[in-house]
């Protein structure tokens, strides 16, 4: 019995002996494992991963190495420690016609960088002429005379901030988001006779098409339907008569008022190249019926 006793004590004290062993061999091995990954980390921000590399995917006209000097990356900086936002950011601020700037790192030594460039679509009026805007509101150019030729003019906008690189900003900063769902509806029809809009009225935005409609398109919601919607009546009706003038004015979901007008008024003068995309055709034979509203199912 007495045996039976000593040898359970024993037993026991092993178990413990063998229990602290193993313990202190998994602090001894996470410990290598912490030292292991802290050396890589600092060997791959120091002598690892440095650049050697810079390619340059440019749509500007502004040179690759202006470009990367703007970035201001340089030869043998680390990889891991590049800020790639930063970097992006430093030439899209320098670089005008710069819409988009991406940075990707390609392990393990080289940069690449991406420049997007800028698609003018719109000219804003101002006091003292015209922005030529992008499609995220960018600011290109000041044009002091005419505006771009064969671009949308967009009145009523009222903007606040225009520097030339800067994304434009409103007196009313509802008016940022409805100019770009203005110009990125016009864009999507793709009808250069679309030429002129005057937001000034936020709840009833005025289309000018071709030369002889004005169409009353309510707010800036569906904004493309109701353009291609306009486009279509537009068309019907010129083809009866190219020569008359008419109001358009929106009011259901799927139909389009249309009454005869006098004359269009626009707050701003009609561009030169407007008249080289309007087709006079003659006058249809006339009838005694007029068509007063139209509705498209």
Wanted: glycine share 4%.
């Amino acid at each position: 019995m007495q045996e039976v006793v000593k040898q359970s004590v024993k037993r026991q004290r092993s178990s413990k002996r063998r229990r602290r062993r193993t313990r202190s061999h998994r602090a001894y091995i996470l410990l290598v494992i912490v030292l292991v990954i802290g050396l890589a980390a600092a060997l791959s921000m120091t002598l690892f991963f440095n650049i050697t590399e810079i390619r340059v995917i440019n749509g500007t006209d502004t040179p690759d190495e202006q470009i990367v000097e703007l970035s201001g990356i340089r030869y043998q900086d680390n990889l891991v420690r590049l800020d790639t936002m930063l970097a992006a950011e430093r030439i899209r601020a320098n670089v005008v016609y710069a819409e988009s700037v991406t940075v990707k790192r390609q392990f393990p030594n080289a940069v690449e960088i991406t420049v997007e460039r800028a698609v003018p679509v719109a000219n804003i009026t101002q006091s003292y002429g015209y922005l030529l805007v992008s499609a995220s509101n960018r600011v290109l150019e000041e044009l002091k005379e005419d505006p771009y030729p064969g671009l949308l003019i967009i009145s009523g906008y009222n903007p606040a901030e225009g520097s030339i690189g800067m994304v434009l900003r409103s007196e009313d900063e509802k008016r940022d988001n409805i100019l770009k769902t203005l110009t990125a509806a016009v864009s999507e029809c793709g009808d250069p006779l679309i030429w002129s809009l005057d937001m000034a009225d936020q709840s009833d935005i005025l289309v000018y098409i071709g030369n002889n409609a004005v169409f009353h398109m309510g707010s800036a919601n569906d904004a493309e339907y109701k353009l291609r919607l306009a486009l279509d009546v537009f068309g019907r009706l010129n083809k009866l008569n190219a020569s008359k003038k008419y109001k358009l004015t929106m009011i259901k979901n799927n139909q389009i008022s249309v009454l005869p007008q006098e004359n269009i008024e626009n707050p701003v003068t009609a561009p030169s190249w407007l008249s080289t995309l309007v087709q006079t055709e003659p006058p249809a034979a006339e009838t005694t019926e007029t068509t007063t509203s139209t509705a498209i199912e």
